[in-house]
């Protein structure tokens, strides 16, 4: 099972034992929750993390339009974000398991 998913081998099989009866199902088909499922809520979290970074950093070069706290509150949020999301890559390490 890769890490692409937030679906364990049961409920994989699951949603395979249902779609076997009707294979040609679209994506408007499939129910929001099985939708929700598939979908890797931690590349939202890393997303976020490099957009508020991103937003950040233009803010902090141009502080002639823009507060300087405003710079400091997106950048503080986006690292804090993009420090969260390293964490994922710690849980497929034995070495860094614990952490």
Known sequence: MSDRSDL???EVEKLIKRNVKSRKETWTQISFWDKYRMFNKWSIVSAIGNLL???GSMFYLLNDWFPFYQAE???GFGCFLTWISVTRYYAHTKDYFLI
Do not use: D, G, K, W
Request: aromatic content about 22%.
């Open 8 to 10: 364990n081998e049961a």
């Open 53 to 55: 970074t991103i937003f």
């Open 73 to 75: 509150h997106f950048l």
